[in-house]
């Protein structure tokens, strides 16, 4: 049952039609360097960490916020890390603990998101402790995935041609708003 929620998990994330959780984790992401992948393994871990808290809490019917009212905020919550990018100040430490609390936040929004389709899942299931907590690290791993990727893909322009590393952040949040908007109409 383990592998099954894992497995879950991971191709959850990875889904296509779930492109606005890629979106977010891409736009999360796009500002640090290949050289701070362990701030970025902290954020998306900070990240992961808020949607398992709303994701827990609502399929425990803790928590129950209307669908349409999520898949706005999720939406917006996309254009304010990509509006954040934009402001980010390069070397100043402070604000990098803003960062991760700000993806921590996030992530509770974004776990109510992805709530209704675990509960559809763990319906008939006795204990949801581990199929939850197996769901969760299938996310985690497939978030990790994402930002390899995306990391990769900027070291590539940056590094191997010399493509400014303000103009990939510009670039990923410019089109991370545009298409967050256009989600919302």
């Known amino acids: 049952m383990f592998r099954a929620y894992l497995g879950l998990g ?3 994330i ?13 736009t999360l992401c796009a500002i640090y360097a290949a050289s701070h992948w362990l701030r970025v393994l902290i954020l998306v871990t900070a990240f992961t960490i808020g949607h398992s808290v709303t994701l827990a809490l609502s399929t425990l019917n803790i928590v129950n916020i209307s669908p349409d009212l999520i898949e706005t905020l999720i939406p917006i919550t996309i254009i304010l890390t990509a509006l954040y990018n934009f402001y980010k100040v390069e070397g100043d430490e402070r604000r990098w603990g803003w960062h991760y609390f700000l993806a921590a936040f996030f992530g509770l929004i974004h776990g109510l998101g992805f709530s209704n389709f675990l ?7 006795e204990n949801i402790l581990t199929p939850l907590l197996a769901f969760n690290l299938g996310v ?36 991370s708003i545009l298409i967050s908007i256009n989600l919302m109409l």
Do not use: C, M, R
């Not at 779930?18 to 979106?23: E, R, T, V, W």
């Not at 940056?158 to 590393?165: D, N, Q, S, T, V």
């Not at 103009?167 to 949040?173: A, G, L, N, Q, R």
């Open 14 to 26: 990875l889904d296509p039609n779930a492109y606005d959780h890629i979106l977010f984790v891409v």
């Open 140 to 175: 985690e791993i497939g978030q990790i995935v994402i930002v390899l990727i995306t990391i990769g893909i900027a070291y590539v322009l940056i590094h191997f041609l010399k493509l400014p590393h303000k103009y990939w952040v510009w670039t990923i949040s410019t089109l």
């Open 119 to 125: 509960k559809a899942l763990l319906g008939q299931e």
């Open 10 to 12: 991971f191709d959850h």
